[in-house]
């Protein structure tokens, strides 16, 4: 199969795994399933697959599984009233910018239930199957039979809710009434543990029960196999450099998540997120290349980004003062830390620590938070849940406690110090412009009236209380969420809107579930739910068990 008419240019390809020209492999396997990415959608394909009893073959480019994040989310259907799901449809596509498909929103609804229960229940965290005492979720129930595993894996939170009557974010209200969409939201962890660690035990347990799954890691796949219009098949590259080619007689379902780390897919698809440091590594784009050389299509351009990485310390959304690296103030602080990327685009940018290595000079995404020994104070309301106390801050600034605890390394850039001055050279920002930049700020808070940039009077407290605290902040990118275009089956798609045959993409790869700039953030944990779950329908769908 060659890559004429490709929608897609040189440098993409050359920075992924995919080849061109003709691959002549030394190996053939035939299975019913290929799954192509071992993570939050290919293990959940592979699994379901597989305890259906198909042949299953799993590659992977890495030499093991691989997963971000902690916490994914479901809807809990058997809980929710009809309108209510319908509401959240609505809701969910008005935050997408209104081009999310809702069909696709509408599977979520109606199969990430299972799919999270599957995935608990494999993870050997439940032998549960159901959530709590059937009354209600709350943080209590949700993860009263979450069990450790004994690997110190467990559910150790939740952030699970209801919406129900107003909902409302910092700019946005929604009015679902009477009816109600429950979500289930709990975290796997706690960190570094996540949810990739939960997703090897799934793998690990359903190989143990199903000889049928095979896995080959450190396998990328290289290239699609064609017959006629239908997708039979990929060539996976060895980690002894030798190909194999593994035919699938039902379906091959592509996983192998974004293309963050494709700079030139980036800078196509995604612009706004090129100037910024990425989280993750490997992510290459090369199942989006793979489904285009089968006749796919990407999703329209201005695909949606996630950055929710704030990179110091442990309070983000607090609404203290924000200074750009030149210590200038830029924005309202009350704006939501889901959307400083946008507004940080267009601030300096500083050569600073985690940079990756497209920005060793320097990347956007930085700033400070200042506020002063008062902060404790604050009065706290439903944005602002109340701050963390300084013998806990303590431990996030450098050199103050030897070997702290239950921290992050990455997160250690937080200061405190007696004088604005002091403050300023540990940030390294000017200190004339930061001195100059309180006073004025102190100043609106005087006049209880933020004139120059409309923060709400409540939020404005003066910073003149030693000692001083400052944060510098790195916003990162954590994922590119936009991709191939699919349907709500998960069916790759020609440009004419119909389905590839044999070929799904899935997880972060497929879309257009979302279509805004950003990722929605009204339900935690949206984007792992949505990967576990179109694994399972991919697969589901292929072997006419949907």
């Given at each position: ?136 979720v709350d943080s209590n129930t949700d993860c009263a039979k979450l069990l450790n595993d004994g690997d110190k ?160 310390a442990l309070m983000f959304e607090e609404p203290f003062l924000y200074l750009n690296m030149n210590g200038e ?218």
């Amino acid at each position: 199969m060659g890559f004429q008419n490709m929608d897609i240019t040189a440098e993409e390809i050359a920075d992924s795994s995919v080849e061109l020209g003709d691959i002549t492999p030394s190996e053939i396997r035939d299975f019913d399933i290929v799954v192509v990415g071992a993570g939050a959608s290919g293990v959940p394909a592979a699994g379901f697959a597989a305890e259906y009893g198909a042949k299953v073959a799993l590659l992977q480019k890495e030499s093991n599984v691989v997963s971000q994040g902690n916490c994914g989310s479901a809807i809990i259907k058997s809980r929710s009233t009809e309108g209510g799901i319908a509401k959240w449809i609505h809701h969910t596509n008005s935050l997408c910018d209104w081009r999310a498909d809702t069909k696709q929103l509408r599977a979520y609804a109606e199969h990430s239930e299972e799919a999270m229960m599957w995935l608990y229940n494999r993870a050997g965290m439940t032998k549960e199957t159901e959530y709590g005492d059937g009354s209600k979720v709350d943080s209590n129930t949700d993860c009263a039979k979450l069990l450790n595993d004994g690997d110190k894996l467990c559910a150790f939170r939740s952030t699970s809710g209801d919406f129900t009557g107003v909902w409302n974010d910092r700019g946005n209200t929604y009015d679902y009434g009477d009816d109600h969409c429950y979500f289930w939201a709990p975290w796997i962890g706690p960190k570094p543990l996540n949810v990739g660690f939960a997703l090897r035990k799934i793998l690990t347990n359903i190989q143990e029960k199903h000889s049928n799954l095979e896995t080959f890691f450190s396998t990328p796949a290289v290239k699609l196999i064609k017959n006629g219009k239908r997708v039979t098949g990929v060539i996976g590259k060895g980690p002894d450099g030798k190909y194999i080619q593994f035919n699938a007689s039902t379906a091959v379902i592509l996983a192998t998540g974004d293309y963050t780390n494709n700079k030139s897919m980036v800078k196509r698809w995604c612009p706004d997120i090129d100037e910024f440091d990425k989280k993750q590594s490997n992510k290459t784009g090369d199942g989006h290349i793979l489904a285009i050389s089968a006749g796919g299509k990407m999703e329209p351009q201005g695909h949606t980004k996630m950055m929710h990485d704030f990179d110091s310390a442990l309070m983000f959304e607090e609404p203290f003062l924000y200074l750009n690296m030149n210590g200038e103030r830029f924005t309202n602080e009350y704006t939501g830390f889901v959307y400083m990327g946008n507004i940080l685009k267009y601030q300096p940018s500083y050569k600073g620590s985690m940079l990756d290595k497209d920005h060793a000079e320097g990347s956007k995404g930085w700033y400070v938070t200042v506020y002063d020994s008062d902060y404790v104070n604050w009065p706290k309301d439903e944005f602002v849940d109340g701050m963390v106390p300084p013998q806990v801050m303590i431990n996030f600034v450098p050199g103050e406690i030897e070997n702290p605890k239950g921290v992050f390394k990455n997160l250690i850039d937080l200061h405190c110090c007696d004088t604005l001055e002091e403050l300023a050279k540990e940030l390294d920002i000017p200190y004339e412009n930061m001195k100059a930049s309180i006073d004025r700020y102190n100043e609106l808070c005087d006049k209880k009236y933020d004139s120059d940039y409309g923060k709400p009077s409540k939020y404005m407290h003066k910073i003149c209380k030693a000692p001083f605290w400052g944060a510098r902040k790195h916003i990162r990118v954590s994922a590119e969420v936009s991709g191939v275009m699919t349907n709500e089956n998960a069916q790759a798609l020609h440009e004419d809107g119909t389905p590839i045959e044999g070929l799904y993409c899935v997880g972060n790869l497929g879309g257009p579930f979302y279509g805004g700039s950003d990722y929605p953030f009204h339900q935690t944990g949206l984007s792992l739910g949505r990967c576990y779950t179109f694994g399972m329908i991919a697969a589901k769908h292929a072997l006419g068990k949907l």
